[in-house]
């Protein structure tokens, strides 16, 4: 195994360097991706890169494309290097970065997995929130027939790449807020077995979030209505997976 970080950028120049040096002790590889991020935030990405360039890449677009792009550019740049594995964190410090050791170990007993972050939220997390997540897996159960994804919208994952290599090269993965959910259903669809570690997740260090209610909902809404009709043209052999 040869393992990798991959940290998506936009507008975090206050919370990515903390996170950087929280993740620093770990001595993993990474790639910070600049999703076309405002000229302060790329100045501190260029210094972190700078800085750190002995374990750190950054890969910059051009323009803003979303969450679900910068993460895929990184991993076409993570398997181009020859990793076999990518830990997906995000940059605004929400995660619990002392856990990584955890998803590194699950990865290594199951390196054909995805190791999935579901997560512990703390009182002060809005129920609006909360009960939006329970929204979304409700309808990934309904679009996996399955219970074995425990939350699909945490950024905090260890994806096995010759997997994801597989589904790219045979379907269209959403590029927004919608990719972790389109990701690792198809992932699911695919045959990977999800493994889900229970992760304490806080807001970001920053206060900022890229969220959008209505627009992200509305994206969000259509992942779950196209998933489900993909379902359906699965749903013999998804069937028959579960029964096995």
Known sequence: MKTCLIIPVYNHEQALPHVVAAIKPFGLPGFLIDDGSSKICREVLEDCARREADWLTLIVRADNGGKGAAVLDGFRAATAQGFT?????DADGQHQIEDIPRFLEASRQHPEALIAGQPVFGKEAPLSRQYGRQFTNL??????LSLAIGDAMCGFRLYPLAAV???CAN?????????????IVRLYWQGVRVI???????????GVSHFRLWRDNLMISKIHARLF??????LPRLILRHWR
Do not use: C
């Open 139 to 144: 309808w990934v159960w309904i679009n996996t």
């Open 196 to 206: 889900n570690l229970p992760t304490r997740v806080s807001y970001p260090l920053d």
């Open 171 to 183: 379907a269209k993965i959403s590029r927004r807020m919608d990719f972790d959910i389109d990701i």
């Open 165 to 167: 290599e597989r589904l």
């Open 85 to 89: 594995h990518a830990l997906q964190i």
């Open 229 to 234: 009709f993909g379902m359906l043209a699965r």
